[in-house]
């Protein structure tokens, strides 16, 4: 039917009345929110509003961080509690990769870059590393910018390209969710604009959370924004409705660039 309306998305990450502390300082306050698979999620909002501490609580990397405690709620991914005490984080973390700010390739090869975790895992036949990092380096989009130089450091490579192989190296292991840490804010123009071009053609295959002080960015690349303020989450929406008809009052002010 012409005007059937297709399918809704499925939640992949649903997180659900969260309160999160780090030591007596509450940094999360009743986040409720789904994003949906295939979809890429952009989190904007004022510096120290939260947007980091949530995307590092979908992989459980604020675990690392001594203070931090959740006060009430949960996040799952995929239906699983990702804070059930069962859970293996290492497990979560290669279902759900990350991508920080700062580009930080090992002081290793390109190829022994992206099948990182692989060893890790134990994976050494030869065959399957060398498929994983043909695969790896094409989605990530530097395979015809590094074939012929996979053996050279990867800190021989241009800031952008660092960042392609960092996330070459996540795509590696499999996961099914890409965390992503402002990976443009040390980049020029040039290579912003090829990462945006990754992320683009990445969701056909990934779920994608960026967090971005980009406003322009987080419209170029996201079909969803979500706007925190003061740790709490203002709106979230269709990008396009964000922009161009945001709700809130605080959501206008800040993408009109009264604040912030
Ligand atoms: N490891 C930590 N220990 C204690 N407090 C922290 C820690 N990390 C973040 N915070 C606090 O939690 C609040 C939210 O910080 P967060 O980094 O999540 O904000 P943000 O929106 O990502 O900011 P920015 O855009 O500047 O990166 C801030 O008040 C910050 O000071």
């Known amino acids: ?52 501490t949530l995307l590092r609580c979908i992989n459980r990397m604020n675990d690392l961080v001594e203070v931090a405690r959740i006060g009430r709620g949960k996040i799952e991914v995929n239906g699983a509690d990702i804070y059930d005490p069962r859970v293996d984080t290492i497990e979560l973390r290669k279902r759900v990769g990350m991508v920080f700010q700062k580009s930080n390739p090992f002081p290793k090869s390109i ?15 030869k065959s399957t590393l060398d498929e994983a990092v043909e695969r790896c380096l094409k989605g990530a989009a530097l395979w015809d910018e590094v074939k012929d130089r996979l053996d050279t450091s990867g800190l021989s490579l241009s800031g952008g390209q660092q960042q392609r192989l960092c996330i070459a190296r996540a795509l590696a292991v499999e996961p099914d969710i890409l965390l992503m840490d402002e990976p443009c804010s040390a980049l020029d123009p040039v290579a912003t604009a090829k990462v945006e071009e990754l992320i683009h053609s990445l969701k056909s295959e990934y779920t994608i959370v960026i967090v971005t002080h980009n406003m322009q960015q987080a419209a170029r690349v996201s079909d969803k924004t979500a706007f925190f303020y003061l740790g709490k989450l203002i709106e979230m929406a269709k990008t396009d409705q964000i922009f161009m008809s945001p709700k809130n009052e605080q959501t206008e002010a800040y993408i009109s660039g009264r604040f912030g």
């Open 1 to 52: 039917m012409a005007n059937e309306k297709p399918e809704p998305k499925r939640p992949l990450i649903r997180v659900s009345d969260f309160d999160f502390y780090y030591g007596e300082k509450q940094a999360l306050f009743d986040i409720n929110m789904d994003m949906r698979e295939n979809e890429v999620t952009a989190f904007i909002g004022p510096s120290g509003c939260g947007k980091s």
């Open 111 to 125: 190829y022994e870059n992206v099948i990182y975790g692989l060893r890790i895992q134990g994976i050494n036949k």
